[in-house]
């Protein structure tokens, strides 16, 4: 389990706090993903990048920023949350966005958030 | 738009029994690509098997096995010998012709000693 790394692993804050989710890739991939895992609902794709760029934004509240300085890294800025924001937080990473028949996505083990 | 589903929620199995996990979904495109994932407690999602449409050929890892209905767009999941290691959520999981997956609500796989 070290292709799709992620930290922290549990973080609780309060809906005034700011934290940052960390998740790293030692797969040599170009592209890397935010996704949301809420209880009994599909995942939700967030945010993509490849090669650095952000590539799609998928209605998220601006409350949640993301940040990718290399290929390598990506990080998600949270602020002023609120508790439905609540969720199993999901980092993927793949070869690059052109298209499935390229490889799959891997995850990382997620971080757990609680806002309260 | 493409949509997964997962009509079963929960599932449970006797250790070395077989199991199956229903997948059903829809799409437009022609050439798409099916994934079923796994993801044990507290630990990460893990790719278990693949399916390209354009094959006739069902999937096989070892002894998970897939039953793929082109027509009847669905994928069902087979896992032999059930061990106690494949508890876990199970999704199913939908690509197009982009690097966007669509996935299922997922299935709770309780396998009992």
């Known amino acids: 389990e070290t292709g799709v790394t992620q930290t922290p692993r549990h973080l609780v804050m309060g809906m005034t706090n700011k934290k940052s989710l960390k998740c790293e890739q030692h797969?040599?991939?170009?592209?890397m993903y935010w996704y949301k895992q809420s209880a009994k609902k599909p995942l939700e794709l967030m945010f993509v990048?490849?090669?650095?760029?952000?590539?799609e934004n998928n209605s998220v509240p601006s409350r949640f920023s993301p940040e990718c300085p290399n290929s390598s890294h990506l990080f998600l800025h949270l602020h002023t949350l609120q508790p439905e924001d609540s969720a199993l937080y999901l980092c993927?990473?793949?070869?690059?966005?052109?298209?499935?028949?390229?490889?799959?996505?891997?995850f990382g083990p997620g971080t757990r958030l609680t806002v309260t | 738009a493409q949509t997964v589903t997962q009509s079963q929620p929960e599932m449970s199995v006797q250790e070395a029994e077989t199991v199956t996990l229903s997948c059903t979904y829809d799409t437009s495109e022609n050439n798409y690509y099916l994934f079923w994932y796994k993801q044990p407690p507290s630990r990460q999602m893990i790719l278990v098997i693949r399916?390209?449409?354009?094959?006739?050929q069902n999937a096989t890892e070892n002894r998970f096995s897939v039953n793929f209905q082109k027509a009847a767009k669905s994928f069902s999941l087979k896992i032999s010998d059930s061990q106690l290691g494949d508890t876990a959520m199970y999704f199913c999981a939908l690509g197009g012709s982009n690097y966007k997956l669509t996935f299922g609500k997922g299935t709770l796989l309780t396998v009992n000693p």
């Open positions: 993927a990473s793949s070869q690059d966005i052109r298209g499935l028949e390229f490889g799959e996505q891997y």
């Open positions: 990048y490849n090669f650095k760029e952000q590539t």
């Open positions: 399916q390209e449409a354009y094959k006739q």
């Open positions: 797969l040599g991939h170009n592209a």
